[in-house]
């Protein structure tokens, strides 16, 4: 039982490259979602799915396209890659959504750096 | 707008002691609060979650109560180990998109 994986786990972006990182989860949830996290700024939800087939914007969606490809997997494109993106992304699953209702549970994360 | 505070941002104390972290929020209206541990270069551990019907939870060596008529949250962590040092963050839920504290950063030295 691995829980929430993501790959890569480093990358190094040029501006205005594109990457895909993913994220798969084998605990059988419903909700999945993508944080970015920075120094002095928390954690911020970018993009999260409720459930198999939607996908829903947080609160910096900006810059940032999501594919739910299935239950298990969760996906997070960088079209065309700023400096402003250079983030710790994380991954994170849940029974569902709304509110907390259920533990979050997350993964190990991606440190990505555009130059 | 939620907006949530954990304070103090830092704690370095020596083995042995309880520690009282704590974490405030604007809005009451939530569902629950979930207190989370962070190491060094990894992901988020969960710790506990607190139903907002709930007003406290325990697992171990923690507590974590919940008041939300006055906006508060408090992680007790008692007999502190150096095993327990790592930035340890609450989350609020009360809408789809939950909110976040920046953390307490904590040490504890031998």
Redesign the interface.
């Known amino acids: 039982n691995a829980g929430?994986t993501q790959t890569p786990k480093f990358q190094v972006l040029k501006t205005g490259q594109s990457m895909t990182l993913q994220c798969a989860q084998d605990m059988n949830h419903n909700s999945m979602y993508w944080y970015r996290q920075d120094p002095?700024?928390?954690?911020?939800?970018i993009y999260?799915s409720?459930s198999e087939g939607t996908t829903?914007k947080?609160?910096v969606p900006n810059g940032y396209n999501v594919s739910r490809l299935n239950k298990r997997e969760f996906s997070l494109r960088l079209e065309s890659a700023a400096p402003s993106q250079t983030s710790v992304y994380?991954c994170?699953s849940s029974l569902t959504?709304?509110?907390?209702?259920?533990?979050?549970?997350?993964?190990?994360?991606t440190r990505l750096t555009v130059l | 707008k939620q907006e949530?505070t954990q304070i103090p941002a830092a704690l370095s104390v020596p083995e042995g002691e309880n520690l009282v972290l704590n974490c405030s929020f604007t809005d009451s209206a939530?569902?629950?609060?979930?207190w989370?541990r962070q190491d060094p270069g990894?992901?988020?551990?969960?710790l506990l979650?607190i139903q907002s019907s709930q007003r406290e939870q325990t697992s171990g060596r923690l507590n974590a109560s919940l008041d939300k008529s006055s906006g508060r949250s408090t992680l007790y962590i008692a007999a502190s180990q150096p095993g327990d040092s790592a930035t340890y963050?609450c989350?609020?839920?009360?809408?789809?998109?939950?909110t976040?504290?920046?953390?307490t950063s904590l040490i504890v030295h031998p």
Do not use: C, H, W
């Open positions: 929430v002095g700024m928390g954690l911020r939800l999260y409720a829903d947080g609160e994380f994170a959504s709304g509110g907390l209702k259920n533990e979050q549970f997350f993964g190990p994360g | 949530v939530i569902y629950n609060l979930q989370f990894k992901g988020l551990t969960s979650l963050l989350a609020v839920g009360g809408s789809y998109i939950p976040f504290g920046r953390g």
